[in-house]
């Protein structure tokens, strides 16, 4: 027969036992009906000192500059600092048709000596990257367009100053240490005084921005069929320095550019004003290369955020790149440091994905390196 447990004596001086699956059963039915024969606590005392737990919740804070791992990250960076009027002017892009353009890998190919560097105007560039011109930097920074110049020389880039600067042209060219750029409005009532200041800053190049108004702060206009021309000739005449034309969209203002003396074009389709959203400009480069061809170098601007980005107009024939709002997201939230930070990102990028896709020169990129998908977007005229 089964032993009842529950009747065995305890041997004196012995250890007790664990308790069994029973007995264990029996003291949890025994301890609830205890329980049950408690008296309630009167509702209206539970009511009155029952406190609802309530977490705090920290304000959003920066996150260390070296933890971001994307340039997209420093916008919302910057965000916090700026806040949602202040940091309107440097958001949005238009991705549309970048992200129908891919890059075809290649393997087998020795990168080791991975070599970035270029020549444009004369010297010597550590990549194709150029931190590119915007205006009133204050308005993100309180150091403004020196703490650009101290975060580009630290990475090693090209810096382009606006005529519409925030901070004095002696301060920002003591600051810089990489080929420095000055840009001005075809129509502006500064040119000569850019001009003038061009030999003390030690520039290296202007860049004459044509179909955006007279300043920065003009409101956006419509792109003329026709560009003043004239107003190209009178900064050609008036300097020594390389004149590059910035607004070029179409084929045949390219070659009118290069027969009205510009040593280089930058294809970009902005057109003054703090628009939001403009149509990439990546396809627009390659018939731009054409119809130049070796004459001049051709270089791009307008919503670049990623190496891979940079390396697709490098493929489809530009020889630098222009970046500008990711650089002001760096500024805002992190001073030069965050500068520095932004182009040493997209640096790296472009030089992974060059290892990637078998290219260890620039001179090495071509056309073969992209893929476009489509359906594409209708043409707009620009």
Known sequence: MPVDETNLAEPTGSPKPAPSRRGAIGAMTAAAMAGATMPALDARAQTATAVPLQVPIPPPALVPRGDLVDVLQYETQARLVLGPAKIAPITGSDRTVTDRITLRPRMNIPTRDLDMGCTLFGDQHFTPIIVG??????????????????????????????????????????????????????????????????????????????????????PAVQAADHIDWAAIDAVVKNTSLPVIVKGITRPQDAREAVAHGAKGVVVSNYHGGNVATLPGTLLLVAPVVQAVGDKIPVLVDGSFRRGTDILKALGLGAKGVLIGRPVMWGLAAYGADGVRGVVEMLQTELGRYMGMCGRPSLASIDSSVVRVHGPLPKATKL
């Open 133 to 218: 011109p915007m205006a009133d930097q204050k308005r993100f920074h309180p150091d403004g367009e020196v703490a650009t110049a101290r975060g580009a020389s630290a990475a090693k880039a090209g810096l382009v100053v606006s005529s519409d600067t925030s901070m004095p042209l002696a301060s920002i060219a003591q600051a810089t240490t990489t080929p420095l750029w000055l840009q001005v409005y075809a129509g502006s009532p500064k040119v000569k005084d850019v001009l003038a200041q061009a030999s003390a800053a030690k520039a290296r190049a202007v860049i004459v921005t044509v179909n955006a108004g007279n300043s920065a702060n003009s």
